[in-house]
C-alpha cells in the first residue's frame, strides 16, 4: 500500500525543510516507536521534532503529497501500540508544542498546546487555584491523552477527556489547519468535531491546539481506606456510593493480589482481601459528610473499618498501596514484566466480570493484579511474564482475548481508557458491528490515502 | 435536486406498504411543518406514523430508493425550522416509538425510544428514586433533544444531552440500523459516533433508540433569588459562584425587562432591576452551606437581600417569576408572538454581551426580555412583535444576526441549545471556519443522496 520509494522522497523533503529538526538515526527511531511491552516495535523512517503548528502543518502535507504515513508521538505512554509505525514513514515528535498559550480563569479554561503533560500544566497552574484533573496515571502529555480519549483514577468525579475539552485546533490529512468548537461551554451549532478528533488516536488528523476544562483545587482532600470480605461486597458498597450520588473524586479497588503485592512491597499490614480506596474533595464540612455517608454504606458490606482522613501526610500513607501499585505489582513476579490492559463494564456487572477474570486467571497459570476504577465499572488487568517466555506470551494474548470478549458480552466494552490502537483491533467489530463501517466511512473521506496513522484502530485485512 | 415524481413514488410504496398509518391530509402535514413562528411552514408531502425501529428502516429504505428526503418529528418544538420540508419528502412522526425499554437502577441508566418526552420519562421513574435532569423548558421529546444537542435551565450542574448519553440506536439513509457506544460508563474503542449524531439534527440518520444517563433524586431541592444593581454585578457573582465550585443546579437571569413583565403579569413585586435566580440540590447540610456560600458572594454584589427555602411551595413561589417568565413576556406585548434565540459565550464575557445586546434592542425600538442560563453563559432573547407586521420582522431579523456575530466575536456560539435548522446556518462558517468542510464531508459520505433533513445545518447554496 504504501512506497518506500515514496517514502524516502518525503524524508528527503522533510530534510531540505526542517534539517537538524528531523531525525533518521535508529536510536531516536526506536525510542519513537511502541515501547510499552507486548507489542513488539516497529520504526518509523524518520522523526521530526515539530516546533509550532506551521511545522506540523508543512510536514503533513508534504507526506501527503507522497504518500507517506505520519504518526503523531506524545511521549509514548500509550500501551497498545498507538505510535508503531508497520508500514513506516513520519513520526512528529510533538513535545516541542509545550505552551501554556492562555490561562481564563474567569472562564475555568485554558488553552494548551499539545506537548505539555499534565503534570506541567498542573505546574504552571499552581498559583491559580486552578487544576486539571485528569490523572491517568503517566505524566503524559495532553496530544495525547486526548488523541486516546483518556482519563484515570478521578473519571468517576470529573469524566474523561472528552469531556474536559471545549476545543481544539488540528492539523488535517492534507495540512490544512481546522479548529473545532468554541471557549463557549455549550454550543449546537454543527456537527461535534471535537469529540470525534477526541479517541481517534491520530487517524483523522494531529491535534496542535486544546482548550481544556479547569477546576478549582479543592480546600479539603480526604483519603480513606476500607477492606471488604469479597470483590462483590466491594462493588455493591461502590454502586450504594453512586446510587446516593456522592460525589467521590476517587473509588478505587485493589484485588487480593494486589493487595499482596503491596503489602510485600511497601511494607503494609492490609489484610488479604479486596480493598477499595478513596479519595474525597470539598469543603471541610462536605468531605466529612461524604465520608460519613461513605462508612454507613460500607458497614452494611464489611467488618472491616473504614478509616479516613483529611491530613495531607496520614492520607498519603493510607493511599501508599495504591501509589506504589504498579511497581509492587511488578517486583511481584521478579525479572517480569507487565501487560497492562483495561476493559469496562455497567458496574451492575462489575462484581460478575472480575470474579469470572479471576477464575480465569488461576486457570491461565498466569499472575496478574487488578486495580480498579470501580466507580466507573473500568479496571485493569497486569498479567506479568518474562519477557523472553514466549508460551507464557500466548497464555497472556488468550487471556486479554477472553477478558476483551467477556466485557463486551457483559455489555461492555474492550477499553475503557487505553484505545485501541494495534492490541484492540480484533474487538472493534464485537463491540460496535455495523457501526465499524460508519467509522471507517469517515476515516476514508477525511482520510483518503490513509496516510494517518495506518495500521491502527480498524481491522487489518 | 429533488423531484416531484420521486417523491410521489416514495410516497405510494409507503402508502402501500404502511397504509393507515400514514397520512398525506393538509391538516396533519402542516402540523408537522415549523410552528413556532418567525420561520415560515414548509409541508412534507407525507407523514408517516412509525411504531418501531423497523417501520422506520423500512420507510428509510424506501426514500432512499427513491430519492425522496426524510424529516423525523418527535413533538414539533425546535425554534429553527427543524422540521420544515423546504424539499417536501416524508416526515416521519417518532410519537409512537414511546416505550421505556429497560431501567437499570443499579447502573443509573435507561433505554428509552426517542418517543418518550422528558416528562413522561420522569413520571415513569418517579418510584426509582431516579430521574433524568435535562430540561429545556417544553416537554420536549428525548429524540428530538438528543438530535438539537438540547439543554435548559440545570446543564450548570448536569451538563447537556451530549454528556448524558450512553448509547444510540440510529437508522442510517440507507436504512441499516446501527448501534454506537455501550451502557460502560466510558469508552476508548473507536470514533464517538455517539456525539457526532447528537446535535446532527436528523441530517445523518434517525435515531431510534436512547441510552440515558439518569440520577439519583436529590434529598433536599433548595430555591433562592437575589436581585442585583446590574447585569455586571449579577454576572460577577455567578463567575464567582462557578470559580469557588458550588454546585448549583440551576441559576438564572432575568433582566430587567423580563422581570418588569413578570411583576406585571404574576402581580409580583420583584424590585425592577436584573434578578438571579437559584436552586441547589444535596442534603439538608450541603444546600445550606451552598446557600450560605451563595450569600457571602452575593453581599460583595448587591445590597439586596439573598433568600432562599427549602420548603417546596415557598421555593416554586420564589420561582414563580422564572416559570411564568415566557407567558409574562407574551402578556407585557399584548397580541405579539415571541421569537426565542439564543446565543453563548464565556462567562467572562456574559456581562459585556447581555450590554450589548440590551443597547441593540434600545437603539432598534423593539421589546425584548432576555432569560438567561448565566452559569453556562448562555442566554436567550425573545423579540415580540405583531405577527403581521413585516417591517419589525426585518428589524427582528437583523437583530439576531447581530447577536450572533457578537457572540461569535466574543468566542462563543450563534446558539447554545437551540440549534443550526434553517434560522442560524449563515453563521456557521463565521463561528466554524473551514471545520464546516470537515462537516460536510462527513454528511456526504454517510448520506450521498442528501436525503436526511436536506436544507438543515448546512448553508445553502
Known amino acids: 500500500m ?8 518525503a524524508v528527503t523533503q522533510l530534510k531540505q525543510r526542517f534539517g537538524d529538526q528531523l531525525s533518521t538515526s535508529e536510536a531516536v527511531r526506536s525510542h519513537h516507536s511502541h515501547t510499552t511491552t507486548r507489542i513488539p516495535q516497529q520504526l518509523p523512517d524518520a522523526v521530526l521534532f515539530a516546533k509550532n503548528t506551521q511545522d506540523v502543518s508543512e510536514a503533513v502535507r508534504i507526506c501527503y503529497e507522497n504518500d507517506c504515513p505520519v504518526i503523531a508521538f506524545g511521549i509514548g505512554s500509550s500501551l497498545e501500540g498507538h505510535v508503531n509505525a508497520p508500514h513506516g514513514g513520519v513520526c512528529i515528535d510533538m513535545n516541542g508544542l509545550d505552551q501554556v498559550l492562555e490561562v481564563n480563569n474567569e472562564d475555568l479554561d485554558v488553552v494548551i498546546q499539545p506537548g505539555v503533560t499534565r503534570e506541567a500544566l498542573n505546574e504552571y497552574l499552581r498559583d491559580t487555584g486552578l487544576f486539571f484533573p485528569i490523572d491517568p496515571g503517566a ?11 483518556a482519563s484515570g483514577t478521578n473519571a468517576v468525579r470529573y469524566g474523561t477527556m472528552k469531556d474536559n475539552i471545549l476545543a481544539l485546533e488540528a492539523v488535517l490529512p ?12 455549550k454550543s449546537s451549532a454543527g456537527y461535534d468535531l471535537t469529540r470525534l478528533l477526541i479517541g481517534s488516536e491520530g487517524t483523522l488528523g494531529i491535534i496542535t491546539e486544546i482548550t ?7 480546600e479539603v482532600i480526604a483519603g480513606g481506606t476500607c477492606s471488604f470480605p469479597s470483590v462483590e461486597s466491594a462493588c455493591n458498597a461502590v454502586i450504594n456510593v453512586i446510587q446516593y450520588g456522592i460525589p467521590v473524586a476517587r473509588i478505587e479497588l485493589l484485588d487480593v493480589v494486589q493487595v499482596r503485592a503491596c503489602n510485600q512491597y511497601s511494607g503494609l499490614d492490609l489484610p488479604e482481601t479486596p480493598l477499595l480506596l478513596l479519595e474525597f474533595h470539598g469543603s471541610e464540612a462536605g468531605v466529612a459528610e461524604q465520608a460519613e455517608m461513605f462508612a454507613s454504606i460500607a458497614e452494611e458490606y464489611t467488618e472491616y473499618e473504614f478509616q479516613w482522613t483529611s491530613d495531607e501526610a496520614a492520607r498519603k500513607k493510607l493511599w501508599k498501596a495504591r501509589h506504589d501499585a504498579y511497581y509492587a505489582s511488578l517486583a511481584y513476579s521478579p525479572g517480569a514484566v507487565g501487560v497492562s490492559t483495561d476493559v469496562c463494564v455497567p458496574i451492575s456487572r462489575l ?10 486467571i488461576e486457570e491461565s497459570g498466569i499472575i496478574s ?31 486479554i482475548k477472553r ?33 465499524v463501517d460508519v467509522m471507517m466511512m469517515i476515516k476514508s ?5 490513509g496516510i494517518m496513522n495506518p495500521g491502527k484502530i480498524f481491522p487489518q485485512n
Chains 1, 2 share one sequence.
Do not use: W
Not at 504504501?2 to 522522497?9: G, L, P, Q, R, V
Not at 505524566?139 to 480519549?149: I, K, Q, V, Y
Not at 473521506?445 to 490515502?449: F, V
Open 139 to 149: 505524566n503524559a502529555s495532553l496530544g495525547g491523552m486526548a488523541a486516546t480519549r
Open 2 to 9: 504504501f512506497k518506500k520509494s515514496k517514502i524516502d522522497n
Open 174 to 185: 492534507d495540512g490544512r489547519v481546522v479548529r473545532t468548537g468554541s471557549r463557549a461551554k
Open 403 to 435: 477478558l476483551s470478549e467477556r466485557a463486551i458480552a457483559m455489555g461492555g466494552t474492550c477499553t475503557g481508557e487505553h484505545g485501541v490502537g494495534q492490541g484492540k483491533q480484533e474487538y472493534l467489530r464485537k463491540e460496535h458491528g455495523d457501526a
Open 351 to 360: 462484581a460478575e466480570c472480575v470474579e469470572e477474570t479471576y477464575r480465569d
Open 212 to 218: 481544556l476544562k479547569l477546576y478549582g483545587i479543592p
Open 445 to 449: 473521506t477525511i482520510d483518503p490515502k
Open 369 to 399: 493484579p487488578i486495580v480498579g476504577h470501580v466507580g466507573d465499572g473500568n479496571f485493569h488487568c497486569m498479567p506479568l511474564s518474562d519477557p523472553e517466555d514466549d508460551e507464557m506470551r500466548k497464555v497472556i494474548d488468550g487471556f
